[in-house]
C-alpha cells in the first residue's frame, strides 16, 4: 500500500514534469504554433545557445527565416521576427521594453547607460535629457561640431592621407577609421581641447583598440550564460580570463579621466572647449534632482555620467567605423561609381580641396548630396554595423506578432537587420551593393517607400539610435572629404567578410588601400 502511494506520487510528478516540459511549450502553448527553427526548440534552449556558442547566430537565425518565414520560435521562451507590419512596428515602435540581454552584455562602472537601461520609464527621462543636442538640426549648425570637423578632418585625417599618397605607401583604413570615429565622438562630448586624438596618436590608438577588442571572444558568456562566470569563479576557475578584467579597469579609469577633463570646462562657452555632450547631461541631471528635491551625491552622478559618456563613446566609434570601411571598401571595388560621386562633390561650395582649404562646405550642402546619401545608405544596408539580434521582452498580459494571437508576456522577441535588410522583395539581389536603388530618378516613389520602411540599421521606435545624425553627418564629411582630393584602389581586402557578432568588423580587422591624388 505505501509503495503503491510513492509510486502514484511519482507517476504523477513526472506526468506534470513532461506536462509543463514537453507537451505544454511544444503543443498547448500559443507559441507551439510558431513554426520551429529546430524541432528541439520548444523544449530546450540548448540547440540555439550552441549556434551561438559557436558564433552563428545570424546565419541561423537568416536560415531559419529563410526557409519558414517571417516568424520563427528560437528556443522554449524565444522567438524571432522579419517583417515590419506586424513585426518590427508592433515590437519596436510599439516599445516593448529592452530584454536583460543589455546589461548584462554593455554594462560599465557597475551602472546603467541610456542604451544598457531596461525599464522604458527611465530610459525615456535620459533620452530625453540628450535626444536634443543629437538632432539634425543642432548638429548641423552646432559650431562645436564644426570646429571638431574641421580639426578632425583638415588638420589630423587629411594630412596623413596625403602622405600616403606622397610615398605611395599603403594604408589600414579601418586601423584609421577607428581612430577618426573615436576623435569625431569624443570630441563632441568632450569639446575638441579635451576630446581624444586618436587619429595622430597611432600608439595610444593601438593600445587602446587592444584593449576595447580583446573582450570581444567572451561576450556570447555575458549574452547567453550571465551565471557562469560567477559559478566557475567560485570553484576557482574562469571563464572569462583575468585580462579582460584588467582591460575593463583600464577603459573604467579612461572614461572617469575624460569625464573629470571635461568637469574642468563645463561652465565654459568656448566652442573649442564646451563639452556639449558631457554638460547637458551633468546639468539635466542637477535639474533632475532639483526637482525631485534630493541633493546630488556628487560621486555617484559623477559614475552615471561616466558610464554613459564611455557607452555613447564606444557605441559612436565602433560601428561608425566599420560602415566607412566597408564604404571605402565598396568604393575602391567600384570605380565607376567612385568617379560619380568624385563629380557630385565637384559641386560643394567651397570645395574640400587639400591642402588649400581652410574652411569646410556645410554639413546641409554635405547632407544634400543624392549619391552619396544612396552610397551610405546602401552600405549600411547591406554592411549594418550592428547585423545582430535587438532583444525584446513581450508586454503583459499578451499581444499578437505576424498574424500569431496570445503570445504570452515574457518571451524573448528579436529582429535583425542581416535578414531585413535581405528581402529579396525589398531588395532584389540582395548581396549585390548597388547605391542606385535609394535613387528618387531611377526608382518608382512606392517601392523607395518600401525601402525605406525595412531599412533598419539604427533600429526604430523609442529605442532607436540616439547618434544615427552624427553618425551620418560623420559617414558623408568623411567620404566627401576623401574622394574629393584621393582615388582610392585596393591592396589587401583578405578576411574582409563580417564576424558574426551583435556589432561586426571585418574578420581580418583590416582593410588596406592605396591612395593617389586626383
Ligand atoms: C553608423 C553608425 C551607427 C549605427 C549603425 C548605430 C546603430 C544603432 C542601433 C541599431 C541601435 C539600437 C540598438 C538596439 O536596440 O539593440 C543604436 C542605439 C544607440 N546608439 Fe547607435 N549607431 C551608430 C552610431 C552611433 C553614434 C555616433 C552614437 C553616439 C552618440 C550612438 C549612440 C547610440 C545610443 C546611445 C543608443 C541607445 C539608444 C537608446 O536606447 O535610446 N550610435 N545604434
Ligand atoms: C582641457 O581643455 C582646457 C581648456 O582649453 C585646457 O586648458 C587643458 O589643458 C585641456 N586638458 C588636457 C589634458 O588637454
Ligand atoms: C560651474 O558653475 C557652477 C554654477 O555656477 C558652479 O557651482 C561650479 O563650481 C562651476 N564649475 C567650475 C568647474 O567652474
Ligand atoms: C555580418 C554577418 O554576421 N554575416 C554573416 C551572416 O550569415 C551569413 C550566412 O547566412 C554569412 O554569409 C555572413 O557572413
Redesign the pocket.
Known amino acids: 500500500m505505501a509503495l503503491s502511494m510513492t509510486s502514484l506520487v511519482a507517476v504523477a510528478i513526472v506526468a506534470l514534469v513532461v506536462y509543463k516540459g514537453v507537451i505544454y511549450p511544444a503543443f498547448i502553448s500559443p507559441l507551439a504554433k510558431i513554426p520551429n527553427a529546430h524541432w528541439s526548440v520548444p523544449v530546450s534552449p540548448v540547440w540555439m545557445l550552441w549556434r551561438r556558442f559557436r558564433?552563428?547566430?545570424?546565419?541561423?537565425i537568416?536560415?531559419a527565416h529563410?526557409r519558414l518565414g517571417p516568424i520563427v520560435r528560437l528556443g522554449p521562451s524565444e522567438i524571432s521576427v522579419n517583417c515590419v507590419d506586424g513585426g518590427i512596428k508592433s515590437v519596436y515602435t510599439g516599445g516593448f521594453e529592452k530584454h536583460e540581454w543589455y546589461p548584462r552584455v554593455f554594462g560599465s562602472l557597475g551602472t546603467v547607460s541610456m542604451f544598457t537601461m531596461v525599464g522604458s520609464k527611465t530610459h525615456s527621462i535620459r533620452k530625453r535629457m540628450l535626444s536634443n543636442i543629437y538632432s539634425k538640426s543642432t548638429l548641423q549648425t552646432s559650431p562645436n561640431l564644426r570646429l571638431v570637423s574641421k580639426a578632425v578632418i583638415l588638420d589630423r585625417l587629411l594630412p596623413i592621407l596625403q602622405e600616403a599618397a606622397d610615398s605611395q605607401k599603403p594604408l589600414d583604413v579601418h586601423d584609421l577609421n577607428q581612430g577618426l570615429t573615436m576623435d569625431f565622438v569624443s570630441c563632441y562630448l568632450f569639446g575638441l581641447q579635451n576630446g581624444t586624438n586618436h587619429l595622430q596618436d597611432h600608439s595610444f590608438r593601438k593600445h587602446w583598440l587592444h584593449m576595447y577588442l580583446c573582450r570581444k571572444p567572451f561576450e556570447f558568456y555575458h549574452q547567453e550564460m550571465p551565471y557562469l562566470n560567477g559559478w566557475m569563479k567560485c570553484l576557482g576557475l574562469r571563464v572569462i580570463p583575468k585580462y579582460c578584467d584588467v582591460a575593463n579597469d583600464m577603459l573604467d579609469a579612461w572614461a572617469l579621466d575624460l569625464c573629470g577633463k571635461a568637469e574642468q570646462s563645463v561652465n565654459s562657452t568656448d566652442p573649442s572647449v564646451e563639452p556639449i555632450v558631457y554638460k547637458q547631461l551633468k546639468q539635466s541631471l542637477d535639474k533632475q534632482a532639483a526637482k525631485e528635491g534630493v541633493k546630488p551625491d556628487r560621486a555617484e552622478q559623477l559614475n552615471d555620467i561616466a558610464c554613459e559618456m564611455y557607452d555613447q563613446l564606444t557605441a559612436g566609434f565602433e560601428t561608425s567605423a566599420v560602415g566607412l570601411t566597408y564604404l571605402l571598401w565598396q568604393l575602391s571595388r567600384h570605380p565607376d561609381i567612385q568617379e560619380q560621386l568624385r563629380e557630385e562633390l565637384s559641386t560643394l561650395d567651397p570645395p574640400i580641396a587639400f591642402p588649400r582649404s581652410s574652411e569646410l562646405p556645410s554639413a546641409k550642402s554635405i547632407d544634400n548630396l543624392p549619391l552619396l546619401e544612396a552610397i551610405v545608405t546602401e552600405t549600411l544596408r547591406l554592411?549594418?554595423p550592428i547585423?545582430?539580434i535587438q532583444p525584446r521582452v513581450t508586454p503583459e498580459p499578451s499581444c499578437s506578432l505576424v498574424g500569431y494571437d496570445n503570445i504570452p508576456a515574457g518571451i524573448r522577441v528579436n529582429a535583425q537587420a542581416?535578414s531585413l535588410h535581405r528581402n529579396p522583395q525589398v531588395f532584389p539581389d540582395p548581396e549585390s551593393w548597388q547605391p542606385k536603388r535609394w535613387l528618387k530618378e531611377e526608382n518608382d516613389l512606392e517601392e523607395l517607400e518600401e525601402r525605406r520602411r525595412w531599412f533598419w540599421a539604427f533600429g526604430s521606435g523609442g529605442r532607436m539610435c540616439v547618434g544615427s545624425n552624427l553618425a551620418l553627418q560623420e559617414t558623408k564629411l568623411v567620404a566627401a572629404a576623401i574622394y574629393s582630393n584621393f582615388r582610392t584602389t585596393i591592396v589587401n581586402d583578405d578576411d574582409i567578410?563580417?564576424?558574426?557578432?551583435y556589432t561586426?568588423h571585418p574578420r581580418g580587422e583590416k582593410l588596406i588601400l592605396k591612395f593617389e591624388k586626383v
Not at 558564433?55 to 541561423?60: E, I, S
Not at 567578410?497 to 557578432?501: G, M, N, Q, R, T
Open positions: 558564433m552563428q547566430n545570424n546565419r541561423t537568416q536560415a529563410e554592411h549594418a547585423p545582430g542581416y567578410d563580417a564576424i558574426d557578432a561586426v
